[in-house]
């Protein structure tokens, strides 16, 4: 059965719609998502745009800066720092990758762990590892998200997570591992030096894979009734009017047949990661206000 991530992130941007609906109505200001621009990157102008316009349709404010490629690191850093002592904006987000004379580490720590929403920030992930409050990563959250609302039992389960990227394996990894629910798995994370991938694969009850290679968990790898959340998106050329075609990592049609849940691709947990991103800012958002009514 398909964990439909379009039609979940309907409902919750619906919610948080009403939300910022209640909130104007009290007559204050919406939430506000400011995001950076650097460069003229085509995907990453496309992923700032979908994150505007995700805004828009919750009711959110937001902004976006674009600077040249050229802008020197300092400068860069200044426009952080300005836009962390702006009250009026809830959160920011740099849009990575950056030109290589940027330092991606000092820019996302040069973000106010408290603007942090896509939760990059060291305190946000020492936060997140310690099991306390903060802004999980917008695709584990997402991930999470589809999870706990479509009901599924984690823990005592076997959860196998294949890749440890910083932004989805090892925080998926450490999330489903917390005390907590979605959590308390039994959790493995494997990558590109696992030996016997197969067989770990074969033991878990919860599968995610997130490597960026398409197809590459296949129906003899997974196990009868598994959970399966596929995070891969990856373009592979096609004869059609586009010229490609989006692939997960993981063999639909074949793993279907054997998984009790699957996540397709697309409208599995691509649509999940813009809500994580929304209800970060929301958060953001309520956080500031609660500390300026004290
Ligand atoms: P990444 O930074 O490239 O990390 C890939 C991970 O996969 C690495 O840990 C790597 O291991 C491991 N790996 C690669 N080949 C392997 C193999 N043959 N066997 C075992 N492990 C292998 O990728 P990412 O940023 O996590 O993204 C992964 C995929 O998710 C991409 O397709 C990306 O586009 C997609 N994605 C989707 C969303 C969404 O919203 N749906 C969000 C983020 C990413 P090593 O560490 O050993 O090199």
Avoid: W
Avoid at 70 to 99: A, K
Avoid at 188 to 201: A, E, G, I, V
Avoid at 208 to 228: E, N, Q, S
Avoid at 255 to 269: C, L, N, R
């Amino acid at each position: 059965m398909d964990l439909n991530g379009k039609e979940l992130s309907n409902i919750i941007q619906e919610e948080i719609a009403e939300e910022v609906k209640t909130i104007v109505a009290q007559g204050k200001r919406p939430p506000h998502l400011a995001a950076i621009l650097v460069g003229e990157d085509g995907a990453s102008r496309t992923y700032v745009k979908n994150k505007e316009n995700a805004c828009a349709k919750v009711g959110f404010e937001s902004s976006i800066k674009r600077f040249d490629a050229s802008i020197s690191e300092e400068e860069l850093l200044n426009e952080i720092r300005s836009i962390n002592e702006n009250p009026g904006i809830d959160g920011l987000i740099v849009q990575l990758p950056l030109p290589g004379h940027i330092s991606e580490s000092k820019v996302t720590h040069t973000i106010s762990p408290e603007k942090d929403v896509d939760g990059f920030h060291d305190v946000n992930i020492g936060k997140l590892t310690k099991g306390e409050d903060t802004y999980i990563s917008a695709t584990p959250f997402g991930i999470l998200q589809l999870l706990e609302r479509n009901g599924i039992e984690t823990q005592g389960k076997h959860c196998v997570v294949l890749g440890r990227s910083n932004i989805v394996g090892r925080p998926m990894s450490i999330l489903m591992s917390r005390n907590g629910n979605p959590g308390n798995a039994t959790v493995t994370l494997c990558h590109s030096r696992t030996k016997d991938l197969k067989d770990f694969c074969l033991s878990a009850d919860i599968l995610i894979v997130a490597l960026g290679r398409p197809d590459f968990v296949t129906a003899d790898m997974v196990k009868k009734g598994a959970v399966v959340i596929d995070v891969g998106i990856t373009r592979v050329d096609a004869d059609n009017p586009k010229g490609y075609v989006l692939k997960g990592d993981v063999h639909y049609e074949g793993v279907k047949e054997v998984a009790s849940y699957i996540t397709p691709v697309p409208g599995g947990v691509g649509p999940m990661t813009i809500i994580g991103l929304l209800q970060n800012t929301l958060k953001a958002y309520n956080q500031n206000n609660l500390q300026s009514e004290q």
